[in-house]
């Protein structure tokens, strides 16, 4: 994935808020500095990243149409297959497997008729994997290239001689490389939501997604392990000497933490209680000391391409 060449005059530009900072060439490379966050410069950082990848149709294009296919055309097929084309083989399949669900997510599961039940069961339980997969592959893609890639294009060197901290621009590094990723959850969600409300809700007795274990999964449980999964993707992104060495680390890494947060994300779906809210905060505590480890990987000598 390539982006455009980065200027980052912004972050470097002085400012009355840091006419009283001492520039950042001063201090020794590689240190770690122990100032307060600036964080309208951690903004500066993850604006200039996002305004990249906005320019950037490599970048946005197939990101679309990856959300597309996973939150809408797939889901419409198969949900319009079975509550409106009322096709009793594929049907029967599928009941046939749901045969397999927890006795707890079966007692969940609505409608009169068996298409009805069917249907609620694909919405509910077993398109899943699309919330935890596509964020994931899509903010790991951003962030494997986001500090490599400032030192291939040589703009590595205007961060690390800029007022902002290695603290800041892990930060906001950090941020752009999250937004994508959950933007296009946060889209394709209610894009999501609007279908199946539209081709299963009338099978139930009305609109009734997004269930409490959905909220939960999308505003609670995804967000730290997108966390998790950046903190070492970042981390590898400010250590290897090539955009492509850094893609295929991070796929290394991050395709069992997909892993976990699918078996995660699909047992708070078919649980209930307390256990979706122990889960998600084991995940911002892990995602926590994570992150605070992560950022020491990002240093001037290496924005430099020193060490």
Aim: aromatic letters at 8%.
């Amino acid at each position: 994935m390539s982006h455009p060449t980065s200027t980052h005059a912004e972050v470097g530009r002085p400012t009355d808020h840091d006419a009283d900072v001492e520039p950042a060439s001063a201090e020794p490379v590689g240190s770690i500095e122990r100032r307060g966050t600036n964080w309208a410069r951690v903004a500066t950082v993850a604006r200039t990243d996002l305004k990249q990848l906005a320019q950037a149709r490599d970048f946005w294009l197939p990101m679309t149409i990856l959300g597309s296919f996973f939150f809408v055309v797939i889901p419409a097929i198969l949900l319009l297959t079975v509550t409106r084309l009322g096709d009793v083989d594929a049907v029967g399949k599928i009941a046939e497997t749901l045969e397999v669900l927890p006795e707890q997510a079966k007692s969940q599961i609505r409608g009169a008729s068996p298409e009805g039940q069917t249907g609620y069961a694909l919405a509910v339980f077993l398109f899943a994997p699309v919330a935890v997969i596509v964020p994931l592959t899509i903010s790991t893609a951003v962030g494997a290239s986001t500090i490599v890639g400032e030192r291939e294009r040589g703009t590595g060197e205007f961060l690390a001689h800029s007022p902002a901290t290695a603290r800041e621009i892990y930060i906001g590094k950090l941020i752009a490389s999250l937004v994508p990723g959950y933007l296009t959850v946060v889209v394709g969600f209610t894009l999501y939501s609007v279908l199946v409300n539209l081709t299963v809700g009338p099978s139930v007795g009305g609109w009734f997604f997004p269930t409490p274990q959905w909220w939960i999964m999308i505003l609670w449980v995804l967000p730290p392990f997108l966390a998790i999964c950046l903190s070492f993707v970042l981390r590898l992104s400010a250590r290897v000497n090539s955009t492509a060495a850094a893609q295929q680390a991070s796929g290394l890494i991050s395709l069992p933490l997909i892993m976990i947060a699918y078996s995660q994300a699909t047992g708070i779906l078919f649980g209930s209680g307390a256990m979706p809210l122990v889960v998600g905060a084991l995940a911002w505590l892990l995602a926590g000391l994570s992150l605070s480890r992560g950022v020491r990987s990002v240093t001037r000598s290496r924005l430099l391409g020193v060490t």
